[in-house]
T-cell receptor, first 111, second 109 residues
Framework: DAGVIQSPRHEVTEMGQEVTLRCKPI?????LFWYRQTMMRGLELLIY????????DSGMPEDRFSAKMPNASFSTLKIQPSEPRDSAVYFC?????????FGPGTRLTVT | RKEVEQDPGPFNVPEGATVAFNCTYS??????FFWYRQDCRKEPKLLMSVYSSGNEDGRFTAQLNRASQYISLLIRDSKLSDSATYLC??????????FGQGTTLQVKP
């Protein structure tokens, strides 16, 4: 079975550029989560969707971050404009509750 | 106070040792409990769910004490391959998972 798929796996960009991270959840899972992980702050939930509808975006750091889920098999997390402090690993996870399964992550470096 | 608290370690143990990790959570309405394992530069992976009656999966035993809001993970006969960070995870009634900071285990030959 294919797990959660994320792309790109690595992204290096310059400050001010737009970054788009992509996620394909496990087929049949109705919940999707975006997380950010840093050494300092650990694993933080940014936003999650149930049946493609955003339920809780209280973890989104600021207006520079936005997420969409246009259908059950695809989601994006966009950062515009990016800043060096956005450098982190971004994980997407999907769930057929209660357990969640994570994708391999996107390692973002903003210079 | 953090919602889920763990001793970050590191725990350095020899092969074959038994090691126990503890975790406390603050929200008494929490509904589901898990242990995840995360290897360096990899994604968290579900190790096991934790049930009120306690549960075992091979060398791994998980316990939950709802009254004390306490979760534990016991690893018997540690292997080198058990070296990783172990994340205590709690799911509230909103569906969100709350992760602890993780406990690092290093098993040495």
């Amino acid at each position: 079975d294919a797990g959660v798929i994320q792309s790109p796996r690595h992204e290096v960009t310059e400050m001010g550029q737009e970054v788009t991270l992509r996620c394909k959840p496990i087929s049949g899972h109705n919940s999707l989560f975006w997380y950010r992980q840093t050494m300092m702050r650990g694993l933080e939930l940014l936003i999650y969707f149930n049946n493609n509808v955003p339920i809780d975006d209280s973890g989104m750091p600021e207006d520079r971050f936005s997420a969409k889920m246009p259908n059950a098999s695809f989601s994006t997390l966009k950062i515009q404009p990016s800043e060096p402090r956005d450098s982190a690993v971004y994980f997407c996870a999907s769930s057929s509750p209660p357990e969640q399964y994570f994708g391999p992550g996107t390692r973002l470096t903003v210079t | 106070r953090k919602e889920v608290e763990q001793d970050p370690g590191p725990f350095n143990v020899p092969e074959g040792a038994t090691v126990a990790f503890n975790c406390t959570y603050s929200n008494s309405a929490s509904q589901s409990f898990f242990w995840y394992r995360q290897d360096c530069r990899k994604e968290p992976k579900l190790l096991m769910s934790v049930y009120s009656s306690g549960n075992e999966d091979g060398r791994f035993t998980a316990q939950l004490n709802r009254a004390s809001q306490y979760i534990s993970l016991l690893i018997r006969d540690s292997k080198l391959s058990d070296s990783a960070t172990y994340l205590c995870v709690v799911r509230g009634n909103t569906g969100k998972l709350i992760f602890g900071q993780g406990t690092t285990l290093q098993v040495k030959p």
